[in-house]
C-alpha cells in the first residue's frame, strides 16, 4: 500500500469512526450457520435415540448442492427420499436471501459458464432454460439475460474506480509486462494438454490430466511457483492472491500451485457469445440453482434435523439417528441407502469406520455482508466491485442482473481469512459482535465510499465458519482423481471436500457420482451417467 | 494614532456609485447560487428560498461583526470589497468544478452563499460608519439604504432579462467580481490612506482583477457548450428524477429539452426528426395500423405523429421517468407542442422500464417506435442489445413494423451500424434511413421487420398534415452515401454491450 492509499484509508476510517456517530445507527444482525448446535456431534452430546423409527428409501444428510444433486439424480427413479438438513434454509454455502430490494447471495454468487465435460451442470441449465441450445460444434448457447450484463467488474485502485479488474492505463511498465507475461502464460496453459490426451486443467477437475509434470504443481504453493517464476510485480502478486481469496479464500501461500493455476486455466468454453462476461448471474447468485435443483429433486426436506451418527443394521438398512433441533428430542430414520452430502470433518464424526479414509481438510471461515442500501443510480454500475489491497474482496450488487433502475438495492460483501491460522480466526468470528464485523465492513470499503454508511438501511452478516475447503498443496493426494465415494456399501459421501475445492460443478458431480454408487445397493437402474 | 478618515461633508457621488454596485453585486451572486442550486439540485422553489434565507441571515451575521472592526475602517473596507470580488466573482465556477468533481456541491453551495452574505452584511454598516461624520445620520440612513435597494432592483431585473441569457452563469458572477474590484480600486483613489498602504491596497485590487480576468477568459473558451446552452436560454422547467436531470428552456423562438445536459428536440426542427421517426415506419408496414408500442418517447411528440392516423385505436407509450411525462401532459408549452397527445384518450401512458415491460407483456402490437436516449451508459444501452430486440420481435403482430433511433450514422457511424448489425442478429430485417435535423447533424433510424421489410414507396398520410415529408423525399431517406454507409460492426451484446464504448468514443471526439 503506497503512502496516498494509505492516508486515504486512515482518513476515511477515522471519517466512518468519529463524524458519523451522531448518524442513527444502522440496523442488523448476524444470521446463518449454527455454530452452536453443529458442535453437538464433535462434543459428543447427543442422547442416543428411542421410540419407533421413520422409514426412507434414501436419506440424504445435507442440503447443500452436493445432497440437492444426488436427490436430484434420484429423482427419476421415483424412491422416498428424504433430506435431512441443520439450517432452516436450503442449499448450504449456496444459499441465498430473498429480503429487501432484491433477492440476494449469502454464498456462492456465480457459475462460470460449464465446460461442455460439466455435464451435470449442463443439464441442470438445459432444464433451467438457460442453456437455449447447443451450436453446430456441439457448445451451449445461453440465454443472455443470465450471462453478467455488461460492465461486469470495475476496480478501486489509487483513488478511483476503473473498468475492469486490471487498470491497464493505471499500471506501471513492469506491472503491465508481467501482467502481459502472465496472461500469455494462462491462455498457454488453457490450451495444454497432459502425456495422456486430456488438457491439464479441467472442470470437473477429475478429467484433468494425470500426466506426472503438471501433477508436481501440486507439490508448491502458489506463492512458491511466483518466486520460482520470477514474478515480482506488486499488481501481478496482488491479482493472483485476489484469485486465490476469491476462489479458496486462502492466501497464496496456502494455496496448492495446482489448484491457482487450475482456476486461472480451467475454463475452456470459447464462443461468441461468451466474448464479454461468461459468468452466469441472478440476483440471489447460486441460490437459484439451489431453487431450480429442490424444484427437480422430488425429496422431502426436513429443516433443523442435526444428524449424529449412522449405524448399520440389520435388514441391509442404516439407522441414521438425528437431533431435532427445535425440541432437541433424538429421532431416528432408516433408510435402505443414505448419502452423507457434508464436510469431511463432519462425516467422519458421523461415520467413524471410514474416518481414516476420508481426506483431511483445512477449510477457511468467511463473511458475508449483506448491505441494503438506498443511494443515487449510477447507469454504469457494475456487478463486482473490487477494491485493490482492501482487506475483504469487494461486494457484488444483487440487482445488477435485473433490467430495472432502482435507487435501492442490495449489496454483497465478501471477506475470506485465508491465512494459515484458520482456529484461531474462526473463534474470533464466532464471538465477534455484530457491531464490530459491520465496523469492519465499513471501514474496509471506507476509501472507495465513505459515504457508505448513510446509505445502509440495514447490514445484516453470516459467520461462515467452515465455508469451504483449502486445496492446500498436496491437496490432490496420493491418488489424484480417484474420490472416495462409498464409504460402505449403503453410504456414499458427496460435498466439496471430496474434491478439495469448492465450486458448483465439483459438488454437483460430487452428488450425482454419489447418487449412480448406491444404484446397486438400492437395486435399481439409473441409466446411463449424468456426468 | 489617529485614524484616517473623510473629511467633513464630504459625500462624492463616487461613493454613492459604489454602494449601489455593492447592493447590486450582492443580489447578483445569490441569484447566481440560486439558479445554480436549483439547476444543479432540483426542486427550486426549496433551493432559491434555503439560498435566500441564508444569504439573508449571514448578512445578519456581516453587520453583526461589523462591530468588531474598529481601526483603519477604510482600509478594512477596501479589503473586504476585496474579498467580495473574489468569492463572488469565483463563485460560480468554483461551484460548478465542485458539481462535476464531488458530491460536497452543498456544503460547498451553502458555504459560498455565507461568505459573500458576511461580506456584504459587513459592508454596508461600515459604510455608514465611515461617512458618519461626514453627513448628518438622518440624511446619510436615507441615502445608503435607498441606493441599496435601488441596487437589489437593477439586480433583479438585469439578472433574468440580460445577464442570465448573454452572459451566462459563469460571465456573470466573474463580471461582477470584476466590478467589485473596480470599486475597490475607485476606493484607493477616494480615500485618503497612507502611501504606502495605497500601493499595497492597489497591487491586491491588481492582482484579484488579474486572476478574475483571466478565469473570465478561460470559462469563455472552455466552458462545456451544453451548459452555455442550457444558460443561454432561460431555463424553463427543471426537475431531477432518480433517472436524470430534466430542463426545458425557452428562448423567444424555440424550446429545448435536455436530459442530463443532453437535447432531445429542439422545436425549431423536432419535426423532421418526429416526421421521419413515425411516418415511413406506418408506410412500410402497408396496412393501417391500429396499436402502436413507443418506448421512451415521454415527450409526447412520436405519439403526437401517431395520431394524424385515424385508423390507430391505442397506443402505449412506456417512459421510465414520470418527471419527463408529467412535464409534458401539464406544461403549457409542452401541450403547444406535442397538442397533448398524452392526454389523449388513445394513448396510455407507463412509467416502467421497458425492458421488464417487454419481458412481462404479453400484448402485441402492429408498430413499435423506439425512441430512447442515446446509448451513452450501460443502462441505456441494454435497450440496444440483442436480447432486448428478441424480445421486442415477440411485441409484435405478425408483419409488425419497429423503428429505432440509432445516434448519427455521421458523428458515430459504428454506432449506427452496430445498431443495425444488432437488430439483424435478433432476427430482424432492416431498411436503414437518415435525415438531416439542423440541431443535431445528420441522424439514423432503422426500420425492422420481421418478415421481408421493403423500404416504402410511399407515406401512407395525406402530405398537407405533414410540416417536412413528403412522399418524393421517401428515397432519399434511405440512400447512404460513400461517407456513412455500412461498415462492419459487431453485435451489442448484454455481457458486453460494446455499443457504449464505441458509442462513448465516436462521440468524445466531437464533444471534447
Ligand atoms: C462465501 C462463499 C462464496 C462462494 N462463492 C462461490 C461461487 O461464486 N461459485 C461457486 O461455484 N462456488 C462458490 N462457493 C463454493 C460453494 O461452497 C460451493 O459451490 C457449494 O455450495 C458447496 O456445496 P456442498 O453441498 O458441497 O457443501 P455445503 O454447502 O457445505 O453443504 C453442506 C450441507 O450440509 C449441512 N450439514 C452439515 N452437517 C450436517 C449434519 N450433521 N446434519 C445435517 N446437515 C448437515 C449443512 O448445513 C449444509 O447445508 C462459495 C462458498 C462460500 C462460502
Same mark, same amino acid.
Given at each position: 500500500?503506497?503512502?496516498?492509499?494509505?492516508?486515504?484509508?486512515?482518513?476515511?476510517?477515522?471519517?466512518?469512526?468519529?463524524?458519523?456517530?451522531?448518524?442513527?445507527?444502522?440496523?442488523?444482525?448476524?444470521?446463518?450457520?449454527?455454530?452452536?448446535?453443529?458442535?453437538?456431534?464433535?462434543?459428543?452430546?447427543?442422547?442416543?435415540?428411542?421410540?419407533?423409527?421413520?422409514?426412507?428409501?434414501?436419506?440424504?444428510?445435507?442440503?447443500?448442492?452436493?445432497?440437492?444433486?444426488?436427490?436430484?439424480?434420484?429423482?427419476?427413479?421415483?424412491?422416498?427420499?428424504?433430506?435431512?438438513?441443520?439450517?432452516?434454509?436450503?442449499?448450504?454455502?449456496?444459499?441465498?436471501?430473498?429480503?429487501?430490494?432484491?433477492?440476494?447471495?449469502?454464498?456462492?454468487?456465480?457459475?462460470?459458464?460449464?465446460?461442455?465435460?460439466?455435464?451435470?451442470?449442463?443439464?441442470?441449465?438445459?432444464?433451467?432454460?438457460?442453456?437455449?441450445?447447443?451450436?453446430?460444434?456441439?457448445?451451449?448457447?445461453?440465454?443472455?439475460? =443470465?450471462?453478467?450484463?455488461?460492465?461486469?467488474?470495475?476496480?478501486?485502485?489509487?483513488?478511483?474506480?476503473?473498468?475492469?479488474?486490471?487498470?491497464?492505463?493505471?499500471?506501471?511498465?513492469?506491472?503491465?509486462?508481467?501482467?502481459?507475461?502472465?496472461?500469455?502464460?494462462?491462455?498457454?496453459?488453457?490450451?495444454?494438454?497432459?502425456?495422456?490426451?486430456?488438457?491439464?486443467?479441467?472442470?470437473?477437475?477429475?478429467?484433468?490430466?494425470?500426466?506426472?509434470?503438471?501433477?508436481?504443481?501440486?507439490?508448491?504453493?502458489?506463492?512458491?511457483?511466483?518466486?520460482?517464476?520470477?514474478?515480482?510485480?506488486? %499488481?501481478?502478486?496482488?491479482?493472483?492472491?485476489?484469485?486465490?481469496?476469491?476462489?479458496? /479464500?486462502?492466501?497464496?501461500?496456502?494455496?496448492?500451485?495446482?489448484?491457482?493455476?487450475?482456476?486461472?486455466?480451467?475454463?475452456?468454453?470459447?464462443?461468441?457469445?461468451?466474448?464479454?462476461?461468461?459468468?452466469?448471474?441472478?440476483?440471489?447468485?447460486?441460490?437459484?440453482?439451489?431453487?431450480?435443483?429442490?424444484?427437480?429433486?422430488?425429496?422431502?426436506?426436513?429443516?433443523?434435523?442435526?444428524?449424529?451418527?449412522?449405524?448399520?443394521?440389520? /435388514?441391509?438398512?442404516?439407522?441414521?439417528?438425528?437431533?431435532?433441533?427445535?425440541?432437541?428430542?433424538?429421532?431416528?430414520?432408516?433408510?435402505?441407502?443414505?448419502?452423507?452430502?457434508?464436510?469431511?470433518?463432519?462425516?467422519?464424526?458421523? %461415520?467413524?469406520?471410514?474416518?481414516?479414509?476420508?481426506?483431511?481438510?483445512?477449510?477457511?471461515?468467511?463473511?458475508?455482508?449483506?448491505?441494503?442500501?438506498?443511494?443515487?443510480?449510477?447507469?454504469?454500475?457494475?456487478?463486482?466491485?473490487?477494491?485493490?489491497?482492501?482487506?475483504?474482496?469487494?461486494?457484488?450488487?444483487?440487482?445488477?442482473?435485473?433490467?430495472?433502475?432502482?435507487?435501492?438495492?442490495?449489496?454483497?460483501?465478501?471477506?475470506?481469512?485465508? /491465512?494459515?491460522?484458520? =482456529?484461531?480466526?474462526?473463534?474470533?468470528?464466532?464471538?465477534?459482535?455484530?457491531?464490530?464485523?459491520?465496523?469492519?465492513?465499513?471501514?474496509?470499503?471506507?476509501?472507495?465510499?465513505?459515504?457508505?454508511?448513510?446509505?445502509?438501511?440495514?447490514?445484516?452478516?453470516?459467520?461462515?465458519?467452515?465455508?469451504?475447503?483449502?486445496?492446500?498443496?498436496?491437496?490432490?493426494?496420493?491418488?489424484?482423481?480417484?474420490?472416495?465415494?462409498?464409504?460402505?456399501?449403503?453410504?456414499?459421501?458427496?460435498?466439496?471436500?471430496?474434491?478439495?475445492?469448492?465450486?458448483?460443478?465439483?459438488?454437483?458431480?460430487?452428488?450425482?457420482?454419489?447418487?449412480?454408487?448406491?444404484?446397486?445397493?438400492?437395486?435399481?437402474?439409473?441409466?446411463?451417467?449424468?456426468? | 494614532?489617529?485614524?484616517?478618515?473623510?473629511?467633513?461633508?464630504?459625500?462624492?457621488?463616487?461613493?454613492?456609485?459604489?454602494?449601489?454596485?455593492?447592493?447590486?453585486?450582492?443580489?447578483?451572486?445569490?441569484?447566481?447560487?440560486?439558479?445554480?442550486?436549483?439547476?444543479?439540485?432540483?426542486?427550486?422553489?426549496?433551493?432559491?428560498?434555503?439560498?435566500?434565507?441564508?444569504?439573508?441571515?449571514?448578512?445578519?451575521?456581516? +453587520?453583526?461583526? +461589523?462591530?468588531?472592526?474598529?481601526?483603519?475602517?477604510?482600509?478594512?473596507?477596501?479589503?473586504?470589497?476585496?474579498?467580495?470580488?473574489?468569492?463572488?466573482?469565483? +463563485? #460560480?465556477?468554483?461551484?460548478?468544478?465542485?458539481? &462535476?468533481?464531488?458530491?460536497?456541491?452543498?456544503?460547498?453551495?451553502?458555504?459560498?452563499?455565507?461568505?459573500?452574505?458576511?461580506?456584504?452584511?459587513?459592508?454596508?454598516?461600515?459604510?455608514?460608519?465611515?461617512?458618519?461624520?461626514?453627513?448628518?445620520?438622518?440624511?446619510?440612513?436615507?441615502?445608503?439604504?435607498?441606493?441599496?435597494?435601488?441596487?437589489?432592483?437593477?439586480?433583479?431585473?438585469?439578472?433574468?432579462?440580460?445577464?442570465?441569457?448573454?452572459?451566462?452563469?459563469?460571465?456573470?458572477?466573474?463580471?461582477?467580481?470584476?466590478? *467589485?474590484?473596480?470599486?475597490?480600486?475607485?476606493?484607493?483613489?477616494?480615500?485618503?490612506?497612507?502611501?504606502?498602504?495605497?500601493?499595497?491596497?492597489? #497591487?491586491?485590487?491588481?492582482?484579484?482583477?488579474?486572476?478574475?480576468?483571466?478565469?473570465?477568459?478561460?470559462?469563455?473558451?472552455?466552458?462545456?457548450?451544453?451548459?452555455?446552452?442550457?444558460?443561454?436560454?432561460?431555463?424553463?422547467?427543471?426537475?431531477?428524477?432518480?433517472?436524470?436531470?430534466?430542463?426545458?428552456?425557452?428562448?423567444?423562438? &424555440?424550446?429545448?429539452?435536455?436530459?442530463?445536459? *443532453?437535447?432531445?428536440?429542439?422545436?425549431?426542427?423536432?419535426?423532421?426528426?418526429?416526421?421521419?421517426?413515425?411516418?415511413?415506419?406506418?408506410?412500410?408496414?402497408?396496412?393501417?395500423?391500429?396499436?402502436?408500442?413507443?418506448?421512451?418517447?415521454?415527450?409526447?411528440?412520436?405519439?403526437?405523429?401517431?395520431?394524424?392516423?385515424?385508423?390507430?385505436?391505442?397506443?402505449?407509450?412506456?417512459?421510465?421517468?414520470?418527471?419527463?411525462?408529467?412535464?409534458?401532459?401539464?406544461?403549457?408549452?409542452?401541450?403547444?407542442?406535442?397538442?397533448?397527445?398524452?392526454?389523449?384518450?388513445?394513448?396510455?401512458?407507463?412509467?416502467?422500464?421497458?425492458?421488464?415491460?417487454?419481458?412481462?407483456?404479453?400484448?402485441?402490437?402492429?408498430?413499435?417506435?423506439?425512441?430512447?436516449?442515446?446509448?451513452? *451508459?450501460?443502462?441505456?444501452?441494454?435497450?440496444? &442489445?440483442?436480447?432486448?430486440?428478441?424480445?421486442?420481435?415477440?411485441?409484435?403482430?405478425?408483419?409488425?413494423? #419497429?423503428?429505432?433511433?440509432?445516434?448519427?450514422?455521421?458523428?458515430?457511424?459504428?454506432?449506427?451500424?452496430?445498431?443495425?448489425?444488432?437488430?439483424?442478429?435478433?432476427?430482424?430485417?432492416?431498411?436503414?434511413?437518415?435525415?438531416?435535423?439542423?440541431?443535431?447533424?445528420?441522424?439514423?433510424?432503422?426500420?425492422?421487420?420481421?418478415?421481408?421489410? #421493403?423500404?416504402?414507396?410511399?407515406?401512407?398520410?395525406?402530405?398537407?398534415?405533414?410540416?417536412?415529408?413528403?412522399?418524393?423525399?421517401?428515397?432519399?431517406?434511405?440512400?447512404?452515401?460513400?461517407?456513412?454507409?455500412?461498415?462492419?460492426?459487431?453485435?451489442?451484446?448484454?455481457?458486453?454491450?460494446?455499443?457504449?464504448?464505441?458509442?462513448?468514443?465516436?462521440?468524445?471526439?466531437?464533444?471534447?
Amino acid at each position: 500500500m503506497d503512502r496516498r492509499a494509505f492516508l486515504t484509508t486512515v482518513a476515511a476510517g477515522w471519517m466512518v469512526d468519529t463524524i458519523l456517530p451522531g448518524k442513527a445507527p444502522i440496523a442488523g444482525r448476524i444470521i446463518g450457520a449454527s455454530h452452536g448446535v453443529g458442535h453437538l456431534v464433535r462434543d459428543g452430546g447427543a442422547p442416543t435415540p428411542s421410540g419407533p423409527p421413520d422409514r426412507a428409501d434414501v436419506v440424504i444428510v445435507g442440503a447443500g448442492i452436493a445432497g440437492l444433486s444426488a436427490a436430484w439424480r434420484l429423482a427419476p427413479a421415483g424412491l422416498d427420499v428424504r433430506v435431512l438438513e441443520l439450517e432452516q434454509f436450503l442449499g448450504g454455502t449456496s444459499t441465498w436471501g430473498d429480503d429487501g430490494a432484491a433477492p440476494h447471495p449469502w454464498g456462492a454468487h456465480y457459475l462460470a459458464a460449464p465446460n461442455p465435460e460439466a455435464r451435470a451442470a449442463l443439464r441442470l441449465l438445459e432444464q433451467m432454460g438457460v442453456v437455449k441450445g447447443w451450436d453446430a460444434a456441439g457448445r451451449p448457447r445461453f440465454d443472455p439475460r =443470465v450471462l453478467c450484463h455488461a460492465p461486469q467488474e470495475r476496480i478501486f485502485y489509487r483513488g478511483a474506480w476503473h473498468p475492469g479488474l486490471v487498470p491497464q492505463d493505471e499500471l506501471d511498465a513492469h506491472d503491465r509486462a508481467e501482467m502481459e507475461r502472465f496472461s500469455r502464460f494462462e491462455d498457454e496453459l488453457t490450451e495444454r494438454v497432459g502425456a495422456d490426451g486430456k488438457p491439464v486443467f479441467q472442470i470437473p477437475l477429475a478429467f484433468s490430466s494425470r500426466d506426472p509434470d503438471t501433477l508436481a504443481l501440486d507439490r508448491i504453493s502458489m506463492r512458491a511457483w511466483l518466486d520460482r517464476e520470477g514474478y515480482t510485480s506488486p %499488481f501481478l502478486r496482488w491479482y493472483v492472491r485476489y484469485a486465490c481469496l476469491d476462489d479458496f /479464500g486462502a492466501e497464496p501461500e496456502e494455496v496448492s500451485a495446482w489448484a491457482a493455476l487450475h482456476y486461472f486455466a480451467g475454463r475452456k468454453l470459447k464462443t461468441p457469445e461468451l466474448d464479454g462476461s461468461h459468468f452466469l448471474v441472478w440476483p440471489e447468485g447460486n441460490g437459484k440453482l439451489v431453487q431450480a435443483l429442490s424444484e427437480r429433486a422430488r425429496a422431502t426436506v426436513t429443516h433443523g434435523a442435526l444428524v449424529t451418527g449412522l449405524v448399520a443394521i440389520e /435388514g441391509g438398512r442404516v439407522e441414521v439417528r438425528w437431533l431435532d433441533v427445535r425440541d432437541r428430542a433424538p429421532r431416528r430414520t432408516h433408510a435402505r441407502a443414505v448419502v452423507v452430502a457434508a464436510p469431511a470433518f463432519v462425516t467422519r464424526r458421523l %461415520f467413524p469406520s471410514a474416518a481414516a479414509r476420508l481426506p483431511t481438510r483445512t477449510s477457511s471461515p468467511w463473511i458475508v455482508a449483506n448491505m441494503h442500501v438506498e443511494r443515487p443510480i449510477d447507469p454504469d454500475m457494475a456487478w463486482d466491485s473490487v477494491l485493490y489491497d482492501a482487506a475483504g474482496l469487494g461486494y457484488v450488487d444483487a440487482r445488477h442482473q435485473l433490467t430495472e433502475l432502482s435507487a435501492r438495492t442490495v449489496l454483497t460483501y465478501y471477506r475470506a481469512y485465508g /491465512g494459515p491460522d484458520v =482456529v484461531g480466526a474462526r473463534k474470533g468470528l464466532v464471538v465477534a459482535p455484530w457491531e464490530q464485523i459491520a465496523n469492519d465492513v465499513l471501514r474496509d470499503l471506507a476509501p472507495a465510499h465513505p459515504e457508505l454508511r448513510e446509505q445502509i438501511t440495514r447490514m445484516d452478516v453470516c459467520v461462515w465458519g467452515h465455508a469451504m475447503p483449502r486445496p492446500r498443496p498436496g491437496f490432490l493426494g496420493e491418488q489424484p482423481f480417484e474420490p472416495l465415494v462409498l464409504l460402505d456399501e449403503r453410504v456414499a459421501w458427496a460435498h466439496a471436500d471430496q474434491p478439495g475445492m469448492a465450486l458448483f460443478e465439483e459438488s454437483q458431480a460430487s452428488g450425482v457420482r454419489a447418487a449412480e454408487a448406491l444404484a446397486p445397493a438400492l437395486g435399481i437402474a439409473l441409466g446411463s451417467t449424468w456426468l | 494614532m489617529p485614524q484616517p478618515q473623510l473629511p467633513r461633508r464630504w459625500v462624492h457621488p463616487a461613493l454613492l456609485a459604489m454602494v449601489a454596485v455593492i447592493a447590486t453585486s450582492g443580489l447578483v451572486y445569490e441569484l447566481v447560487t440560486g439558479t445554480l442550486a436549483s439547476y444543479v439540485l432540483g426542486d427550486s422553489v426549496t433551493q432559491f428560498s434555503l439560498v435566500i434565507g441564508l444569504y439573508l441571515f449571514a448578512m445578519g451575521i456581516g +453587520s453583526y461583526l +461589523s462591530k468588531f472592526l474598529e481601526d483603519r475602517l477604510l482600509e478594512r473596507f477596501v479589503e473586504i470589497e476585496l474579498c467580495l470580488a473574489l468569492a463572488g466573482g469565483l +463563485s #460560480a465556477p468554483l461551484l460548478f468544478k465542485v458539481y &462535476t468533481a464531488a458530491a460536497a456541491f452543498r456544503f460547498a453551495l451553502y458555504g459560498v452563499v455565507v461568505l459573500v452574505g458576511t461580506l456584504v452584511g459587513l459592508e454596508i454598516p461600515l459604510l455608514i460608519r465611515l461617512l458618519q461624520f461626514s453627513v448628518d445620520l438622518k440624511e446619510l440612513v436615507a441615502r445608503v439604504l435607498t441606493l441599496d435597494y435601488v441596487g437589489a432592483l437593477i439586480a433583479s431585473l438585469l439578472f433574468p432579462s440580460l445577464l442570465l441569457p448573454k452572459l451566462g452563469v459563469h460571465q456573470t458572477s466573474l463580471f461582477f467580481g470584476l466590478l *467589485n474590484a473596480a470599486v475597490a480600486m475607485l476606493a484607493t483613489f477616494l480615500f485618503p490612506l497612507d502611501r504606502a498602504v495605497t500601493i499595497r491596497l492597489r #497591487a491586491q485590487c491588481l492582482l484579484i482583477f488579474g486572476v478574475l480576468a483571466a478565469v473570465f477568459g478561460f470559462v469563455t473558451r472552455f466552458v462545456d457548450r451544453a451548459e452555455t446552452v442550457y444558460f443561454g436560454a432561460p431555463i424553463l422547467y427543471t426537475a431531477q428524477s432518480p433517472y436524470q436531470r430534466v430542463v426545458i428552456t425557452r428562448s423567444p423562438r &424555440t424550446t429545448r429539452l435536455f436530459l442530463n445536459g *443532453n437535447l432531445q428536440f429542439s422545436s425549431d426542427d423536432e419535426q423532421r426528426y418526429h416526421e421521419v421517426l413515425v411516418h415511413p415506419a406506418v408506410a412500410a408496414l402497408g396496412r393501417d395500423p391500429r396499436s402502436v408500442l413507443v418506448l421512451g418517447g415521454g415527450d409526447g411528440l412520436a405519439a403526437r405523429e401517431l395520431l394524424r392516423y385515424p385508423s390507430i385505436e391505442r397506443i402505449v407509450l412506456i417512459d421510465l421517468d414520470a418527471a419527463v411525462t408529467d412535464a409534458f401532459r401539464t406544461l403549457p408549452v409542452a401541450l403547444e407542442l406535442n397538442g397533448g397527445a398524452l392526454n389523449d384518450p388513445r394513448v396510455t401512458v407507463r412509467n416502467e422500464d421497458a425492458y421488464k415491460f417487454l419481458e412481462d407483456s404479453r400484448d402485441s402490437f402492429d408498430l413499435a417506435i423506439v425512441d430512447f436516449p442515446d446509448p451513452s *451508459n450501460y443502462a441505456v444501452g441494454k435497450l440496444y &442489445t440483442d436480447a432486448f430486440y428478441h424480445l421486442l420481435r415477440e411485441r409484435l403482430s405478425f408483419r409488425g413494423v #419497429a423503428v429505432v433511433q440509432a445516434t448519427s450514422p455521421q458523428y458515430a457511424r459504428e454506432s449506427f451500424w452496430t445498431i443495425v448489425q444488432t437488430l439483424e442478429s435478433a432476427g430482424w430485417k432492416t431498411a436503414p434511413l437518415h435525415v438531416y435535423v439542423p440541431s443535431f447533424g445528420d441522424w439514423g433510424f432503422v426500420l425492422a421487420g420481421g418478415e421481408e421489410l #421493403a423500404a416504402p414507396g410511399a407515406l401512407r398520410i395525406e402530405p398537407t398534415k405533414l410540416r417536412w415529408l413528403e412522399s418524393s423525399g421517401l428515397p432519399e431517406l434511405f440512400r447512404f452515401p460513400r461517407d456513412i454507409g455500412r461498415v462492419e460492426a459487431p453485435v451489442n451484446r448484454l455481457n458486453d454491450q460494446k455499443l457504449v464504448a464505441t458509442y462513448a468514443r465516436e462521440w468524445g471526439v466531437f464533444t471534447r
